[in-house]
């Protein structure tokens, strides 16, 4: 399974950026989708869960400004991402999950990721 998450760049506060996130070798369709962010020094979080039935859920940092999305049919999953604030500086990726003990888990090994930088 290859991960590619896509659409990051450089944008000022207040922008919007939309990432992409698909794959080669599995199928999103039947998974719930997670995208996470890492930035340097930090831990990789869970920001955006959708499930395989589409009901969606956010990390508190990110409620009301980012929006994920799927499209099984086209292998995709999308995370609109608005009034962005420097602090949502970090890498970000995205991995099919599955709830284990209360806790969401990736799936698949890690792909190179999307960097979105908002410069203040």
């Known amino acids: 399974v290859q991960l590619q998450a896509s659409g990051g760049g450089l944008v000022q506060a207040g922008g919007s950026l939309r990432l992409s996130c698909t794959a080669s070798?599995?199928?999103?369709?039947?998974?719930?989708m997670g995208w996470y962010r890492q930035a340097p020094g930090n831990q990789r979080d869970l920001v955006a869960v959708?499930?395989?039935?589409?009901?969606?859920n956010y990390a508190g940092s990110v409620k009301g400004r980012f929006t994920i999305s799927r499209d099984d049919a086209q292998n995709t999953v999308a995370l609109q991402m608005d009034s962005l604030t420097p602090e949502d500086t970090a890498v970000y990726y995205c991995?099919?999950?599955?709830?284990?003990?209360?806790?969401?888990?990736?799936?698949?090994?890690w792909g190179q990721g999307t960097q979105v930088t908002v410069s203040s």
């Open positions: 991995n099919r999950i599955r709830l284990r003990v209360g806790e969401y888990r990736p799936l698949d090994a």
């Open positions: 070798g599995s199928t999103f369709s039947g998974y719930d």
């Open positions: 959708i499930s395989n039935l589409g009901y969606t």
